[in-house]
């Protein structure tokens, strides 16, 4: 098993900026994809970025070139930090973690971007 604790998010104004990070930890050997997830109120989960263990990412159109994910293979952590944040960025987020193939999911932490 693979436990996850997610920590940031909160409250920030439009054009903004707030970072996220998510420390795994528990039966790890080799974790192949870390990432974030959001959901918002009456949507469904949609992913805002990943990244692969060798440093590959993916990033949703949406955040393209305001958002930017990391991780620290080292210490099974995995870092978002978001940018110029706008209202449609709120939403609770997620941390994702594939290790050896079993997927985990965090307890979300929200994020609110209003003035």
């Known amino acids: 098993q693979v436990q996850l604790v997610e920590s940031g998010g909160g409250l920030v104004q439009p054009g903004g900026s707030l970072g996220l990070s998510c420390s795994a930890s528990g039966s790890i050997l080799s974790i192949y994809i870390m990432g974030w997830y959001r959901q918002a109120p009456g949507k469904q989960r949609e992913l805002v970025a990943v990244?692969?263990?060798?440093?590959?990412?993916k990033y949703a159109d949406s955040v393209k070139g305001r958002f930017t994910i990391s991780r620290d293979n080292a210490k099974n952590m995995v870092d978002l930090q978001m940018n110029s944040v706008k209202p449609e960025d709120t939403a609770v987020y997620y941390c994702?973690?594939?290790?050896?193939?079993?997927?985990?999911w965090g307890q979300g932490i929200q994020v609110t971007v209003s003035s």
């Open positions: 990244i692969i263990r060798g440093g590959t990412t």
């Open positions: 994702y973690v594939n290790e050896r193939g079993n997927e985990y």
